[in-house]
């Protein structure tokens, strides 16, 4: 019965929408990955025929004709209208559209910096006391990401604004699994096994990382990851977050030293593919070329999940290409901290539409169907492992359910003219060869100018 | 001499200009990897490559036995082996035809034309992978041009750009021109400051007007009832924001016509609107047609302006936010933006060469006061 209400449903919705193809690409209640009692129920509750929602993203490309797959599903279930809309400039796009006062009804931002900032003049809509309770109870470190979506709004209040959807996991070093098994090379557990792998690999006359910083108008930012993570790896979490907010100064020893930690690796002409010269000019995308050369121009790659897109055409994950968990220091008691990013929805115009699709990213299945097709990671507990696409994906989400810290991509956090600026021109400085102390001070001081 | 000297001078500037040109051609017929491989210049020689072929598993040859001889090609395409190898680091230590054994067990050999044969009792062999370095005849495809052709909604996007940019050049085009007869040819006080606040305006950056536009557009259209953001709000965008250059080249070039045909018309009893249709529209044209080229180029290319006033939903995008999203999220698809930028290319070029040839007299026109 519920069945063929979906199903008519579905049909209607094609037919009031014609110009959006409704195509459900998992047929509803046959594949068994997917909780479809749960889309049912959803669907039972949620009617809202002719209503209309326009829903703004960063995803475009490939990314993009993914999402629009699991929006059909949103579409059926509940007769809404839901428009999809990307572009190149989403930041200032979603400003100039807020503050202008012609918003969409949602927008989805991968900046939490960006979001706290339109919570705070207005132009969100606090999702609720309910909605922070399922994500703290729902999430793996669900109080890290409660505390990235909050914000405090125009009146003061804190509460939460944005709820994540789709993660991106940033502590994975790429290899080659063919090229560790001729040399005879094991996976480290510790970075003191990383490091010592290191210093093996260049012993034997190879490079052992390909880092590439270049991207653009955003050259530098692999970097900042790299910083992030050896401050995770040795500081207490508290430091992090400390520091994402300027209450650690950018020049304290303890941030020095994590960016000297990267310097370990970046700066050392053995230990990079083209030395340390090429690291700031090799751009981050042909980077990846460099582990499937042959020979290999190098064995070690550390970048995020999403970097296996621009792998070169027909490697098979998990059997030509694969990762490891960047690990943390032996010596050091700071547990599996785990960074990463990702996008949070925000409602930018309430209404009955936009919060059922709030509803909806509290669904399993709104997660379960993008995992089936690759792309996707998320913290979710609900959602069931079985759906993701491929092993790779499964062992990534297991990393991301398995963390004990969840940390967001610092340089995301901080105010813009250093997340998105000082902090990236500081490491390009950094490793052509200016010293460390001297970057961080640099970094402090426009952070204390402002603006 | 001195002329061949200008003439070099002239190649030479040529040379510079279409090189890119030329670069960004070639690139658009090149894959994803090639492109990160190596420049556009080496796309017509053959390449030597190194490559790695993974042998077929047992598991999936089906009717194939242990112990009996697998055989195949490592070459997709044409091309020659060089050599080949056993290990990562040794890709081409061995010549085509010589037999290499693997250190657990089972032999393999590549003949020059890609043929290999892998004899392996212990099944130790499948799986694994082999290295080989090639030359290879260059590859040239149509794919990115696929791609982007028969990319969803491309046509759409093709006229939602033709319907901004063609209003986007008429309507300032006409505006400008009655504008810049009065301020070159009518008195009235205050005409020299009206001037040079035009000029001034030129100055100003467009991006400072966006909030505020659609700030009055979208209390306008609440308080009128009508849609904030349409093609009718873009045109007007602009149209302001293309005006001061209008009016400032159409006035510099009727200005330059001699006054003494003007006052000779004036003697005959024509007025005003007849000076201006009859005598000194017809003398201006050729700077007409520049301004409507450029303004044409201009609203045709733009993104920022488009999006702002139009939006980016799938049933207004155009052509440039089209062809934009096709390279994903990350922006790493940039083979397709090569052969996008020459689909978008199209219709500006039609309408440089239909009107080219009033393109530099009317530049001249605009610049000789």
């Not at chain 1, 579409?75 to 918003?103: F, H, K, L, M």
């Not at chain 1, 096994?193 to 930012?221: F, H, V, Y």
């Not at chain 1, 990702?342 to 709104?366: C, E, Q």
Request: negative net charge.
């Amino acid at each position: 019965m519920m069945t063929r209400l979906t199903c008519a449903v579905a049909l209607m919705a094609a037919m009031s929408a014609p110009a959006v193809a409704e195509n459900l690409i998992f047929a509803p209640d046959e594949d068994a990955r997917f909780d479809w009692a749960g889309y049912e129920a959803f669907a039972a509750s949620h009617r809202l025929e002719g209503e209309r929602l326009s829903i703004f993203g960063p995803w475009r490309g490939q990314d993009r004709a993914l999402f629009e797959n699991v929006l059909a599903y949103f579409r059926a279930a509940t007769g809404v209208e839901a428009v999809y809309a990307s572009s190149e400039n989403y930041e200032q796009q979603i400003v100039i559209d807020t503050q202008a006062g012609s918003p969409p009804d949602i927008a989805i931002l991968p900046q939490p910096g960006l979001i706290r900032e339109l919570a705070a003049r207005g132009f969100l809509s606090p999702l609720g006391a309910e909605t922070a309770g399922w994500l703290r109870e729902n999430y793996a470190a669900g109080e890290s990401w409660v505390g990235l979506g909050s914000a405090t709004g125009p009146d003061g209040i804190t509460a939460l604004y944005a709820l994540p959807y789709r993660s991106d996991l940033k502590s994975l070093v790429w290899y080659v699994p063919d090229n560790f098994a001729d040399a005879g090379y094991v996976v480290p557990e510790t970075m003191e096994d990383l490091k010592s792998l290191t210093e093996r690999i260049a012993a034997e006359g190879a490079s052992p990382w390909c880092i590439g910083l270049g991207s653009g108008g955003a050259t530098g930012w692999p970097a900042t990851d790299w910083v992030e993570e050896m401050v995770l790896r040795t500081q207490p979490v508290e430091v992090y977050d400390r520091w994402v907010t300027n209450a650690l100064r950018f020049d304290d020893p303890a941030i020095v030293a994590a960016i000297e930690d990267f310097g370990w690796f970046a700066r050392d002409h053995a230990f990079v593919d083209g030395g340390a010269t090429a690291v700031a000019t090799t751009d981050f995308r042909d980077s990846a070329a460099g582990l499937f050369a042959v020979p290999p121009k190098c064995y070690l790659m550390h970048q995020a999940s999403f970097i296996a897109s621009f792998f070169p055409e027909g490697v098979e994950l998990g059997r030509d290409a694969d990762f490891f968990y960047f690990p943390p220091y032996a010596d050091t008691d700071l547990g599996r901290p785990v960074l990463g990013s990702g996008t949070l929805a925000t409602i930018t115009r309430d209404g009955r539409a936009a919060r059922a699709f709030i509803d909806w990213l509290k669904t399993p299945i709104a997660h379960e169907l993008w995992m089936a097709q690759t792309g996707f990671l998320t913290g979710f507990k609900g959602a069931n492992p079985g759906a993701y696409a491929n092993e790779t994906l499964r062992r990534q989400g297991e990393i991301l359910l398995n963390a004990t810290t969840f940390r967001f991509d610092g340089s995301d956090l901080m105010p813009g003219w250093i997340g998105t600026g000082a902090f990236w021109t500081g490491m390009i400085d950094y490793v052509g060869g200016k010293p460390a102390a001297e970057v961080a001070r640099a970094i402090q001081a426009e952070w204390d100018n402002g603006e | 001499m001195r002329g061949r000297a200008v003439d070099l001078a002239v190649a030479l500037f040529v040379l510079i200009c279409t090189l890119p040109v030329v670069g960004l051609f070639v690139t658009s017929f090149r894959d994803k990897d090639q492109i990160a491989a190596s420049g556009w210049w080496t796309a017509f020689s053959p390449v030597e490559e190194t490559r790695a072929f993974r042998l077929p598993d047992r598991g999936e040859e089906t009717g194939v036995l242990l112990g009996a001889t697998l055989t195949g090609s490592v070459l997709a395409g044409d091309g020659r082996v060089t050599g080949f190898g056993i290990t990562p680091r040794a890709p081409v230590a061995f010549a085509p035809g010589e037999v290499a054994r693997f250190s657990g067990g089972g032999t393999v050999t590549v003949s020059a034309d890609g043929a290999f044969s892998v004899s392996d009792r212990s099944g130790h062999a499948g799986g694994r992978r082999i290295y080989y370095g090639a030359r290879l005849s260059p590859r040239l495809t149509l794919g990115n041009y696929v791609t982007v052709l028969g990319a969803e909604g491309l046509g759409r996007s093709f006229l939602n750009s033709a319907a901004v940019a063609i209003p986007s050049t008429v309507i300032p085009a006409v505006i400008a021109c009655f504008a810049a007869y009065a301020l070159a040819w009518m008195r009235f006080p205050g005409r020299a400051l009206l001037v040079s606040a035009v000029v001034v305006l030129m100055a100003v950056p467009l991006q400072m007007a966006l909030i505020p536009l659609l700030t009055l557009y979208n209390s306008a259209g609440q308080a009128f009832g009508f849609e904030a953001k349409s093609y009718v709000g873009l045109w007007l965008a602009h149209t302001g924001f293309g005006l001061p250059l209008a009016i400032f080249i159409l006035r510099n070039a009727m200005s330059a016509l001699p006054g003494a045909m003007i006052e000779a018309a004036r003697m005959d009893g024509a007025g005003d609107f007849v000076i201006f249709s009859r005598v000194v529209l017809p003398l201006t044209l050729p700077a007409l047609a520049g301004f409507a080229v450029f303004q044409f180029i201009w609203t045709w290319n733009d993104l920022l302006v488009a999006l702002v006033f139009l939006g980016p939903q799938d049933d207004t995008l155009v052509l440039t936010g089209r062809l934009l999203n096709l390279l994903g999220s990350h922006g790493g698809d940039w083979q397709l933006l090569a052969a996008g930028a020459f689909v978008s290319i199209a219709a500006p070029l039609c309408v440089f060469f239909a009107l080219q040839r009033y393109l530099v007299r009317g530049l001249l026109a605009g610049v000789s006061r």
